[in-house]
């Protein structure tokens, strides 16, 4: 059974740092593709950013790159999402995502 478990959400002010983790289990993760992506509130989902594991290659919004970076541990199979100089837009459930599967969600908000 695959399994994606975000964490590392939370409340942040502008301009503070958050990583966040998504713990996988139940498929390959170290010849898979996954992706990061948010749903802020009121809107779709937004594709933030994505890894091959097996090739270490990234990809990640033009508007986020700066800012966000995406990074996995094959051997610990878990997913990194760094983010810096957060925005109050940057507010948004954020999802882990490999194939057909997703995790829970976890909430960012950042707000002064």
């Known amino acids: 059974e695959v399994q994606l478990v975000e964490s590392g959400g939370g409340l942040v002010q502008p301009g503070d740092s958050l990583r966040l983790s998504c713990a996988a289990s139940?498929?390959?993760?170290?010849?898979?593709?996954l992706t990061w992506v948010r749903q802020a509130p009121g809107k779709g989902l937004e594709w933030v950013s994505t890894?091959?594991?097996?090739?270490?290659?990234?990809y990640s919004a033009s508007s986020l790159e700066s800012r966000f970076t995406i990074s996995s541990d094959n051997a610990k199979r878990t997913l990194y999402l760094q983010m810096n100089s957060l925005k109050p837009d940057d507010t948004a459930v954020y999802y882990c995502?490999?194939?057909?599967?997703w995790g829970q969600g976890t909430q960012v908000t950042v707000s002064s």
């Open positions: 995502n490999t194939a057909q599967y």
């Open positions: 139940g498929f390959t993760f170290s010849a898979s593709a």
């Open positions: 890894i091959y594991t097996y090739r270490s290659k990234t």
